[in-house]
């Protein structure tokens, strides 16, 4: 026998618990579907538990950093302490998220989801029938369709070490490869990224990025791109990864290989042709409104919808269109102007709106603000040479475009550019206010001048 609901979300992330909670305080019938533990990557396996770990990595950086300035001491990071740590903030979410559906009245069912008809879900031999059906299944590592692909191990696998190995590679060199092989390489692992293109970090601005490369050579990562990874072998101490690039082919060994290549939406096992759910390289075919252009009882937000850039806010977002859709009728579109992003190294690398080849490619008449700042006073005195910025300002509005930074506040100094370009604040406007000074934030009056 089926179980009736008006709406069934796939998925207990970010974006199924705004758009459950939103559609059953209208006093809709739902239900909520997951395989792993209830809470979702950003909880569990992403934002959170790498920024508790990244907060050990930062505090032995800032005491090595200060060490010639007046402070004294050794510092290392004890890793089975800090995974203790933030294993603190991770092991309760699962329990706090059943207890919070329990206390909504929303149904919960714990296994993998799979569509067997338009409206009709299968969780491990028990049908669900919905009016309503939400694709929030997040996103999980991209196949590499490589010989050993097996051995790699995801981010899941990575926040969850008992003991950071010897020798580490990373395959690939955007957000995880940076933030992981900071981490790992303070913690006293040897750390290789292998990654394809001519540059690490590809959303970020090349020159911040270049500036930033200098924190990568001092902690000894040895970063190779222009490589390509092409097997990974099992060993008698470890893994032996193949790579192949301009130079000719090489072999990298190690005791770790983790996946930093990549996230696809996560819609392999939900079968979308029995739904009729169009989709195109794995990526689903939406409406305006987050709504699947052929299955209109079938929704989709966050990293499965992959509208917006695949992070946390974005997924809170698409979460808020969709059910105001759902609970009104189609008419909430995505709007995903000043989307912030930060890469959290130590120091943090961060951007906001348009990059300068974005902007020149659009044709604006813009002014870009460029500076290494290692000299200013916020360098020296968080003893961070990494620092800098570019901010490109319209010429005739003074609308700020885009802004990029790197170093000490980078991640918080962000969201005041984010504020300014998401409501036309303007540079003046910017250069006017009065920040608390000596803040990250008092600086923005000289980036925007
Ligand atoms: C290592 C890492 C670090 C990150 N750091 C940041 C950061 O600092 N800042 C930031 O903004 N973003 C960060 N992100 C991205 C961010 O975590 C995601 O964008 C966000 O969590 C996506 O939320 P979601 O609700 O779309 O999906 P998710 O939170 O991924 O939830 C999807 C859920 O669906 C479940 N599921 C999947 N398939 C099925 C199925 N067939 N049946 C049942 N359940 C299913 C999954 O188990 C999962 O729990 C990071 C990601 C990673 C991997
Ligand atoms: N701080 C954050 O916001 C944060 C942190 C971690 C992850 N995330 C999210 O998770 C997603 C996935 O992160 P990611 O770092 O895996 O992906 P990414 O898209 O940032 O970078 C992947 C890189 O791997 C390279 N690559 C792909 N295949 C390769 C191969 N065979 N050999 C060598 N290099 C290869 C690609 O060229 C690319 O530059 C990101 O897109 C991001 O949205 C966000």
Redesign the pocket.
């Known amino acids: 026998m089926a179980q009736h609901y008006r709406l069934v979300v796939?998925?207990?992330?970010?974006?199924?618990r705004v758009v459950a909670t939103r559609v059953r305080a209208a006093g809709w019938s739902v239900a909520v579907?997951?395989?792993?533990p209830f809470?979702?990557?950003?909880t569990l396996?992403?934002?959170d538990p790498?920024?508790v770990l990244v907060g050990g990595a930062s505090a032995i950086d800032h005491v090595r950093r200060m060490r010639d300035k007046g402070v004294t001491g050794d510092v290392g990071i004890d890793w089975p302490g800090l995974m203790a740590f933030k294993r603190g903030f991770t092991d309760p979410v699962p329990a706090q998220h059943e207890a919070h559906y329990a206390d909504k009245d929303i149904d919960v069912f714990r296994?993998?989801?799979?569509f067997t008809g338009p409206n009709t879900i299968d969780v491990d031999g028990e049908t669900l029938e919905a009016g309503h059906i939400l694709i929030?299944?997040?996103?999980e590592a991209r196949k590499l369709g490589i010989p050993g692909e097996e051995y790699l191990v995801t981010?899941e696998g990575f926040?969850e070490l008992d003991d950071l190995p010897g020798r580490i590679v990373l395959v690939g060199g955007g957000?995880?490869a940076a933030?992981f092989s900071h981490l790992a390489a303070r913690a006293g692992s040897g750390v290789t990224i292998l990654q394809h293109g001519e540059r690490i970090l590809t959303r970020f601005e090349p020159e911040l990025v270049d500036w930033l490369m200098e924190k990568f050579g001092e902690l000894g990562i040895e970063v190779r791109t222009g490589m390509t990874v092409e097997a990974v072998e099992k060993t008698a101490t470890g893994f032996r990864v193949s790579a192949s690039g301009a130079a000719g082919k090489a072999t990298f060994d190690a005791n770790l290989v983790v996946h930093a290549a990549g996230?696809t939406p996560?819609l392999e096992?939900?079968d979308l042709e029995t739904a009729g759910v169009k989709h195109d390289r794995g990526r689903l075919e939406l409406n305006e409104h987050l709504q699947s252009v052929s299955n209109p009882a079938v929704y989709a937000?966050?990293?499965?919808a992959r509208v917006g850039p695949?992070?946390?806010?974005?997924?809170g977002h698409d979460a808020k269109v969709v059910a105001a859709n759902l609970l009104q009728g189609n008419h909430a579109r995505p709007d995903y102007t000043g989307v912030p992003s930060?890469a959290?190294t130590v120091p943090p690398i961060a951007a906001v709106g348009l990059t300068e080849a974005e902007a020149g490619r659009q044709g604006l008449a813009f002014r870009v603000n460029r500076r290494n700042a290692s000299g200013w006073f916020t360098s020296r005195q968080a003893a961070e040479p990494v620092y800098g910025h570019k901010v490109l300002i319209e010429e005739d509005s003074g609308r700020v475009l885009g802004a990029h930074l790197v170093g000490p506040h980078a991640d918080e100094v962000i969201n005041v550019f984010a504020l300014a370009i998401r409501h036309g604040i303007t540079a003046s406007q910017l250069a006017a206010t009065m920040f608390a000074y000596p803040t990250g934030a008092s600086d923005i009056a000289y980036m925007v001048e």
């Open positions: 796939i998925g207990t992330g970010t974006a199924a579907i997951d395989f792993r809470g979702g990557t950003c396996r992403g934002c790498k920024k296994g993998k989801a799979r929030a299944a997040g996103a981010n926040l957000y995880i933030e996230r996560a096992a939900l937000a966050g990293d499965s695949p992070l946390t806010p974005v997924s930060v959290f």
